[in-house]
Each structure stands twice: as structure tokens, then as C-alpha cells.
């Protein structure tokens, strides 16, 4: 990635954080003969804490949960600045705050994310890219929040393959569903 | 107390021991912490306005009903690999529906486009396979076999699996003849398999705030699918298919949720002449069997007694039987329940009782009505001295 669009995505990650600070998440209401999301929590932007450890954390490290056999057993890497700031940009779009919609699949994580500020300050952001859905534990592994991925979940699945480029099944995912 | 039930519940059973029966398997997860309280709402939906009316539409005909209702902590991938082994079927003209709502997963490049059914637990090792299920039902030999899940279709990190591996209305629902018609004309004018699931490969499947329920919230198919039954009267057509009903499903859902979901199924049936009505046996008291034969009986179980004794009130109420027949039976079928014993009737959606009775008055009308299509047994409480309570749900011919 070059400086022009390492740039780009700090200024658009700040700029991702003020507008969170500032939002309020509403649910989005499918008005198609009148049907509504139903959601088991309203999506609401991060707590003042935890937004703080995510955005200050001195070290991010990503762990592949779910793999295949051709990636490697302890599948862990810690995030430079330039993947720390993408991470914090697609985290930070206000589409994943929209909906949390209740869905019938399992939440099997593919990757967490862990951000670490210092001592006990850690929270644990995971991924499902298969059912779209995003959740945030703390240090010790109690889910605080969940919410969808949305549009979003091509991008986030984008990143998690340049991350672990031997998983063969993140690109298998991205194919387009077939009906 | 039981064993007297028993006697007369077995004299109807020995009476209509050839009858064909549609065999129900809902496995329903109604405990699951996110999506319990929607399914909850689903089952009572399923049962009320799909499940009821397709009784009440093929009791003329002759068809008995065996309903395997498990949810709750009684659903288990073991419960429902031991249910559909031993399902037996006992005329060539029965019918097999089963229908499960709940968590799914489908794995990656699966050769199947159906997914596995988690049944409300966590290991991805005892997952059923939806085709499977399909495939054990298609080998029993029945009239026609339908395998629905209403669950996620999204590929996640599961093994592929060809079998298990170690498992409101607020009043009483009215039917007219063209819906009854129609009903019969879907179950018994076709012989075959089907099966179906409720989205495509890659999709999940999601729970909704749902209008025409009241805004209750349940799952989207679930709904969809009772829905499309509550219209059937009023579509312009003498005839539906299973291929027509599941593909109006899959556009109707595909379309409200802005092609997120998208249900598919396949169908494999031929042609099949639907039979007549035929008019069920009132029992008669010559018939009984000797009680010390009901002795070494097995206990009833609940839903074998529900069952049998729906059977015998929709008999009962069956206007092709002479009245005074029907009578005389309501008079010796009164002495089943205690003293003070009260019937009470429940709406089609939810558990609103809408009205109450004695025994006689209720025995009664249900011998001299010619409205009542069928009647459901929702609850029972018995004690020694007999029925103290009992829930009921009626279906009436439309006027």
C-alpha cells in the first residue's frame, strides 16, 4: 500500500471515530410490505471505554479461529500501523452500527481481533463473514455487543485474505451466493 | 384413570387400525437464547393456521394423525435421528411432513445445496443433514414425503455429512370447502418426495417483525408459508402443486427481504388420483376390549393420547354419521370426565380461551353440529377420578 492511500485511510478512520462519537444508530426498517427487522439488541455506537481501548490500543493482533489445514496451527499476527489504521477505518463504518438482525445460524468466529491498551485494558473484536455478523468481548470473553457487517462484509473479508492469504476459504466465501 | 382412556382410545384404534395416518416431525428450537422466544411464536403459528387445517382437510378422507411435536429441552440431533429411524409407516397411503425451525449451517462446497440442522446444540460434529433426513424418509415407502428446514444456509467451518455422524385469530380457525379441496388436492394428489429449506446456499435465514401475525415476531418462511395457506381460498384456481406453493414462497420471501433470502427446493412426484372420503367409525360399546388386556398395555403417552383423542371427536362431529349414533356416544364417552370437569376452547393463534364448557354441553354439541371440520386436543389433565381438564382448538366449515 503506498503513503498516498495509507493517508487516506488514517484521515478517513478519524474521521469514521468523530462521526461515531456523534451518532445515533437507528434500525434500519425494511418497509416491504410493511416487514421490519426484528433485532435482539439495537446496534449502538461503542461505549466511551471500550471505543478508547479499540482506537488506542498499542498493539492490535489478529488470530485466524476458524482454518484450514493448509494454514499453519498458531495463525496470529500482530497488525502493523498501515493494516492498524484499515482495521480501524472498516471497523469504524456506521453501516456496522445499523441493524443487528436476529438470524438462524451459529456466530462462529473466522478471526478476532485483539486490542490491547495496557494491563487489563483489552477487548476482542470477531468476525463471522459467512453470516455477516461482527461482536465485541472483553478481556474475559464475555460478548458486549453484536451487530451485522452489512455491505461492509466484502471489505472486512477482503482484508482478513490479505492477512492470511493461505486460507483458501475466505475466497471461497466471497464468490457470490448461488441460487 | 388412564387405563380406561386406554380401553376406549383403544377400541377406536383397533377399529381404524387400516387407516392411513399423516405422520408430523417438527422439531422446533424454543430455547435457544436468540431465537427461542421467535420460535415459540412460530410453532404456535405452524400448528394453528398450517398443520390443524391439513388435518381437518384429510380426516374425510380417512387420514389419522401422529404428531412428534419435540422443542424445548427435548430437542437433541439424537432425538431427532431416533424419531426419523423408527417412524414406521403402516399403510402405503400415509404422509410424511417434517419441518424443523431452528439454527443451521451448511458446509463449505458441500455437494448438497441443503444444509445441516444444528437441533439446540453447539457441536458441529452432531449437526443433521437436512438431505439425510430426506432420504430416510423417501425409503419408508410412504404416499408422499415432505422434509422442510427453516434455518441458515451460510457455509461456515463444519464437515460435509451424508448421515448423522455419532444427531391470532383470536377465534376458532373456518375452512371452506374450496380450501379443504385444495388441501387435499396438495397432499394426496401427488405421490413423491419433496424437499425444501428455507434459504439458498450461502444465505442465512432471518426472524421478522411480521404484520399479518400481529407484528409478533417468528421466522420469515415459517410465516410465509402459513400465510400463503390462510389465502388459499382466495386464489383463482382449482389446483396447487407443491411446486407452485414453494415457488410463490420463495419470490414472496426473495422479494421482502430485498433478495437476501431466497428459499429453494426440489420436488420429485408424479400424478396421483385423490381418493374419497371415507367417514370414520363411531365406536360402539359392543367392541370393547377386556380390561385385562388394557392392564398389560403400556401407558399411553401423552401425544399417542392427544392424538387418539382427537380422532374420536372429529369422528364424532363427522355429519356423515347418523346422529343418534353420535349421540349415544357422547353420553358414554361423558362418564370419562370427573366431576366439575371443564372444557375449555383456545383460539388459533396464541392461548387465548375463548369459551368454556360442561363436558355434556360440549360432547353434546359436537354430536348435533354439522359445523365443526375438526377438533384438536391442545392439553389434557387427568386424575384418578378422570379428565379434569381439557384444552381444545376447533376448525369450522366456513358458511
Known sequence: ?179 | MKKILGLLLSIFILGAAQAQTIHWLTFIDTTDKNVGSCDVMGRNILYGHFINEVNASLAPMGYKVSTHDICGTALSPERCKKEVESLKVTSPDDIIVFYYIGHGVRAFQDETPYPQMWMGQVNPNKCIPLQWVFNQLKSKGARLNVTIGMCCNNEDYVSAKTHPTFSVNYASPQMSGKKIKLIQDLFLGAKGNVIATSASPKQTSGAYNIPWYNDNVLDIYTATLCDIFDELEKINTNSITWDVLLTAMSRKIDYMTDGEQTPIHNTFLASAAVPSEKTPEVPREETVKKAKDVENDEEVDDSNLKDSLSEIFTALVNPNNPIAKRVEFAKLFEKEFADKAVVRNISQDGNIVVDKEDPETFLGRLATTNRILYVEVVDIQLSENGIEKLYVREIHHKQ
Open chain 1, 1 to 179: 500500500m503506498n503513503t498516498k492511500s495509507l493517508l487516506y485511510c488514517i484521515a478517513a478512520a478519524l474521521l469514521g471515530c468523530a462521526t461515531l462519537a456523534g451518532c445515533n444508530s437507528l434500525p434500519k426498517s425494511n418497509a416491504r410490505n410493511g416487514i421490519k427487522y426484528q433485532q435482539s439488541t439495537v446496534a449502538h455506537p461503542l461505549g466511551d471505554s471500550i471505543t478508547s481501548i479499540i482506537i488506542n490500543a498499542k498493539s492490535v493482533k489478529c488470530s485466524l479461529i476458524a482454518k484450514s489445514d493448509t494454514v499453519p496451527q498458531n495463525s496470529v499476527i500482530e497488525l502493523s500501523q498501515e493494516s492498524k489504521a484499515i482495521f480501524l477505518y472498516l471497523l469504524c463504518q456506521p453501516v456496522n452500527f445499523q441493524t443487528d438482525k436476529i438470524v438462524y445460524g451459529r456466530f462462529m468466529p473466522w478471526t478476532r481481533f485483539t486490542c490491547a491498551k495496557g494491563g487489563n485494558k483489552v477487548v476482542h473484536v470477531e468476525f463471522d463473514y459467512s453470516l455477516k455478523k461482527w461482536r465485541i468481548l472483553d478481556h474475559l470473553c464475555n460478548t458486549i455487543v453484536t451487530g451485522d457487517t452489512g455491505t461492509n462484509n466484502e471489505q472486512l473479508m477482503l482484508f482478513a485474505q490479505e492477512l492470511f492469504p493461505l486460507e483458501p476459504n475466505l475466497k471461497l466465501l466471497s464468490n457470490k451466493s448461488t441460487k
